[in-house]
């Protein structure tokens, strides 16, 4: 059987697990040395119809509407067509206190889309960059995956770094049953699907190895790109069933994002750090009132 | 390229990509191996998809959604916007049907076993076979039945369902000729409806009006991760706890407790102590809802309940013959009898000590929610329904909605709306006399037997004792079972007392399993027939209510149909027709030609037809405008798949005031109508009422038996023994139990509170643990009087010291490789039911889940 590891929690241990070999850098870069020859301008390479140019986009969660469902993770999976153990939007959980005074608290989690993202500064080849929109884009193309990106953030979970060749699950040719059902490589064949039997095409727009990203890259949240570019709101807000999840332009003084950070006092994660996140977390996930009392002694 | 000759680290490459800017260089000259990419890696998909309507059968909220199919293939799930109950939102679980249907494990073809030995660890060495093979063998099992006058038994068990379910659950057993259709409604919450059925004459589950509810108080319901209407009450949880207290009454602390006011987190199975010292306390204080209960006569001697003081229902003003009424009840009936009887004496501090909630807690929550009446939800779930005496439970804390005048209530529990579904053409004049006959005997899951009153709507013997018809096979008791077809169950899973359906379904000669997956029950199977998936491949209809209305949402066949696959309810029963037909038995076949499509009168004649026609035929009224009799105007059938849901006109709040469906109109304190049926049942019997509690295993005698009381938990082992108990609930994640086989699942299993994904664990607070010497992360045994699973510790805050919380879904050693550690041999974690005795609520037949089991905690 196919096994399926999970790595959450660990993406900034796949650096301390498993150093990318020389051998393998070495491969990785080595098919960046072919391509001297027809050297083109990195503009083209992102060449966008710039509806978004001017534009800085946000993310505000709202912690009371949301349900820690996670609806969001699995339709960003969806949408995105990530790999068993891939997630580009999560969530940190933790139960605190002693029974019976417990309390359960839970953000989700994905790219912040830093105004000075630690790694687009560290990428070497540009493969993330900001975008259009001021996101934190990610070229997979451009991607040698030298990790440094996931070193660069201090985010936890929110990289994910394709170790070995993706959806192994779905390249699998054993079937359970012989003969009664199908192998997973089958099945997608069978639909018509690519590699993922419910892959979504509409994540590619023609942009050559978004679809399906190849091994040895980083991945993450690209505020679903793809769909903005077209006007369309980043999938895991649409798929929100609380509503939770806001999206809009902070350039834009009058927009939802800026209405609802403008009310309520915001968190950023490590805001410390300097990052300037545009991932914003309003309100908490529980509002629970208490008897007032100034207590006792 | 330098940096690709130097021999660099991958930190030592960082280093120097950050400081000599060597990323800008790298990146201008990466152009070409783009261009080596897109010669092999062109867009396989031009065209972008449609969203089409359909529904999510994954919980039994029934939500409408719609399904983005790209070139015939399914790719994303999201909420139908044209339902008024679910509209946009739809829960987690939607989207994990994408991983269901093109799940690789499915049964794509017909198989049949060639391992003539059957048992849980007998391989059943599964072949495929063709269509005509497998109909062919079923229906010469059936003819043998039938020619041998022995058609009883013959049986059909009844897993998911939609409302096309009669198609083969009671048209096709009953033109065979066996009394046995079995349903899984008594493994559902079939005890939650009795204690809204024994009150105010509702059999059916409640929708909760939370746009206008100021205090919301569940009783071991977690309504944003599991049943019903989930994908609604996600969409309006968080605005309402800006408008409603909320307070959640669990022994553990639920998804829904984490987002509420207050987490009461009482002792397994004592509600019904907390309900009566609730009702306590809001009758002590003076704070029942006076337009709905009515008050005090305004000249009787007594004008306040007073604890452990009894009141005289009557009394006799000075100078005057007449006997007047203590207390003029509106629209209730016996609150002077219920104070008497069961409430004077059930003090907050009586309750604190059997509870463990606090009396200030008590009389906090009490007092809250009753003065936010009548905006006050009390939200009754299966916790404290589906115990051994848990429709005593349900009515205990189902008549707190009573005393604040919340039912039928702006804010409060509400009934369905009405819709207008008609029914199948009826079967009778198609049932020969070998059908006759063998309809009469009785039915295998002692239903209306001495101990098993099983008192569906106010008749002795109506509601299903689903659970028992595993001893009832072992037994032979009423007779033995020759052939059985069951569709989308699993009860060797889904039910307490697993071992007993292995052992049981080992015994039957020949079954046959209509099922998307090879589960536990399909090991046992001799033909396994592949269904279609309801959310993307079959036709069909469900009716749901929340949001103050009623939808009926279509189950489409949205996606191409890919395997050679057909439809449980519809299609397979066609088909099989046609084979008895071919064997000279052609009732079926004839009676289910009567369906036909309204549109053009014609009768079906193949299988895919007879599906359409059925569905057209019974939905007539809500989509062709001749036959309109309210809710959505819809122009044709055309019109209703498109927009794939009809839904009702809004709910009329307190029309049933006054009206209620009991035998006195009234919501009943001291149910009369519970009376009459418990009368009937002890008279059939020749017995007492007592006596009749007495074996069905109640503590109530004499009146109380009518009432909403306290029973005390019953509870399989000594706790010297076994020293926890066990809390099972259910996972946000679950599709009733068929969703382990998908990694979503797996990977975010840790998306219930407290649990871990890819894992199976038993929640233990830090206290016991470390009295058993029990570390997070250890392998563990749960072992209670019937049964071990091995599962992992965890060590959680959110259980109550003495008890064990672990989630329903797991445990799987067949479905597949995913949800089974190891197909057919190894289970992922370990199955509550299979450390779950099989008891029962014996008054409403139910399957008992909660607070009857007591276990021991083995390190492995």
Known sequence: MLKIKNKKNAAGNILQKKKVSRRDFLKMSGAVAVSVAGAMSAKEVFADKKPLSGKRLAMVLDLQRCTGCGGCIISCKNENNLQEGATWSYKKSTTAGKFPNVRYDYIPTLCNHCEKPPCVEVCPTSARHKADGDIVAQEPELCIGCLACMEACPYEGVIYFNEEETHRFWRDRKALIKGCTDSPEDVSKDVKGRVVPYYNPDREQNKKGSGLRRKGIVEKCTFCDHRVKKGKLPYCVMRCPAEARIFGDLNDPNSKVNQVIGKYRPMRLKEHLGTEPKVFYVRNYNPAVYKKSVGSL | ?860
């Open chain 2, 1 to 860: 390229m330098d940096i690709a000759k130097k021999k660099l680290s991958r930190r030592a490459f960082m280093k120097t990509a950050a400081a000599t800017g060597v990323v800008a260089t790298v990146a201008y000259n990466l152009k070409p191996v783009l261009r080596a990419f897109a010669a092999t890696d062109k867009p396989l998909f031009a065209a972008s998809g449609e969203w089409k309507a359909t529904t999510c059968q994954g919980c039994t909220s029934w939500c409408s959604v719609e399904v983005y199919v790209v070139d015939g293939r399914a790719v994303k799930v999201r909420g139908n916007a044209n339902s008024k109950v679910n509209g946009k939102a739809s829960c987690p679980r939607s989207h994990m049907a994408l991983q269901q249907v093109y799940d690789p494990d499915r049964i794509k073809l017909p198989m049949k076993r060639t391992n003539p030995k059957k048992g849980r660890n007998e391989d059943p060495g599964f072949v495929p076979i063709s269509w005509d093979e497998a109909l062919n063998t079923v229906a010469d099992k059936i003819m043998e039945l039938r020619n041998n006058n022995e058609t009883h038994k013959y049986m059909l068990m009844r897993g998911r369902y939609s409302y096309m379910r009669d198609i083969i659950y009671d048209r096709m057993t009953k033109i065979i000729g066996s009394p046995n259709n079995i349903s899984h409604s008594a493994i559902c919450a079939e005890a939650e409806k009795f204690g809204s059925y024994y009150t105010e004459g509702l059999w059916g589950y409640r929708q909760y009006d939370i746009k206008n509810a100021r205090y919301v108080l569940l009783w071991g319901a977690d309504p944003v991760s599991a049943n019903r209407q989930v994908s609604y009450y996600l969409s309006e949880w968080g605005d309402m706890l800006d408008r409603a207290e909320v307070a959640v009454v669990d022994p553990r602390f639920s998804a829904t407790a984490t987002k509420a006011d207050e987490w009461l987190p009482i002792k397994p199975g004592e509600d019904g102590a907390l309900a009566s010292a609730f009702a306590h306390v809001i009758l002590t204080n003076g704070l029942w809802y006076k337009d709905f209960v009515g008050d005090f006569d305004k000249d009787s001697p007594v004008k306040e309940f007073i604890p452990k003081k009894r009141i005289l229902e009557e009394f006799t003003l000075k100078g005057e013959v007449n006997k007047k009424l203590t207390f003029q009840e509106k629209y209730t009936y016996g609150l002077i009898k219920w104070w008497n009887v069961e409430l004077k004496d059930k003090t907050p501090e009586w309750a604190a000590k059997i509870t463990g909630i606090s009396v200030e807690q008590i009389k906090r929550v009490a007092i809250g929610f009753a003065k936010a009446a009548p905006h006050a939800i009390c939200w009754v779930g299966g916790g404290p329904s589906m115990q051994v005496r848990g429709c005593y439970g349900a009515m205990a804390t189902h008549a707190l909605n009573g005393l604040v005048g919340s039912v039928d209530n702006l804010g409060g529990t509400l009934k369905a709306n009405k819709e207008y579904t008609g029914k199948f053409p009826k079967p009778d004049s198609f049932m020969d006399e070998i059908a006759k006959k063998g309809k009469k005997h009785k039915k295998m899951d002692h239903r209306g037997t001495k101990e098993f009153p099983a008192l569906k709507k106010g008749k002795p013997g109506s509601g299903v004792v689903t659970n028992r018809v595993a001893d009832a096979i072992l037994d032979k008791d009423p007779n033995e079972i020759k052939v059985v077809i069951a569709y989308m169950n699993n009860f060797p899973f889904s039910c307490p007392g697993t071992e007993r359906w292995e052992k049981a379904l080992s015994k039957i000669p020949f079954t046959v399993h209509i099922t998307t997956h090879a589960a536990e029950f399909t090991w046992f199977a001799d033909i396994v027939l592949p269904s279609t998936h309801h959310m993307f491949e079959k036709w069909g209809y469900v009716k749901s209510h929340g949001n103050a209305y009623r939808h009926v949402t279509l189950l489409k066949p949205v996606t191409d149909l890919v395997w050679d696959i057909r439809t449980d309810e519809s299609e397979i029963p066609w088909l099989l027709a046609e084979k008895l037909s071919d064997r000279g038995f052609d009732n079926l076949l004839m009676h289910y030609m009567e369906y036909k499509d309204p549109e053009t009168g014609k009768s079906p004649a193949n299988e895919k037809e007879f599906a359409l026609y059925a569905l057209k035929y019974v939905t007539r009224n809500l989509w062709d405008p001749k036959e309109y009799k309210g809710g959505d105007k819809l122009s044709g059938w055309k019109d209703f798949t498109a927009r794939g849901v009809w839904n009702s006109d809004p709910y009329h709040y307190r029309a049933r005031w006054g009206k209620m469906k009991t035998k006195t109109k009234k919501f009943e304190f001291y149910s009369e109508t519970l009376k009459a049926a418990l009368t009937q049942h002890a008279e059939k019997y020749k017995t007492s009422i007592d006596k009749i509690m007495s074996l069905c295993k109640y503590q109530a005698r004499g009146d109380k038996a009518f009432m909403p009381h306290y029973e005390e938990p019953f509870v399989w082992g000594r706790k010297s023994e076994f020293p926890f108990q066990l809390v099972d609930y259910k996972s946000r994640l679950n599709r009733e139990g068929r969703s382990a086989n998908c990694t979503w699942y797996q990977e975010l299993k840790d998306i219930d509170p407290g649990d871990e994904a890819w894992d199976d664990v038993a929640k233990i607070n830090s206290v016991d643990a470390s009295k058993v010497g029990i570390k997070n992360g250890d392998k563990i045994k749960l072992i209670s009087k019937i049964g071990e699973i091995e599962c992992t510790a965890k060590l959680w805050e959110g259980v109550r010291p003495g008890t064990v919380a672990k989630c329903y879904g797991q445990g799987h050693w067949a479905y597949g490789k995913v949800a089974a550690k190891k197909f057919g041999k190894v289970a992922r974690g370990g199955n509550n039911n299979t450390i779950i005795p099989a008891d029962y609520d014996r008054l409403s037949g139910s399957s008992a889940f909660y607070a009857l089991t007591r276990v021991k905690i083995v390190k492995l």
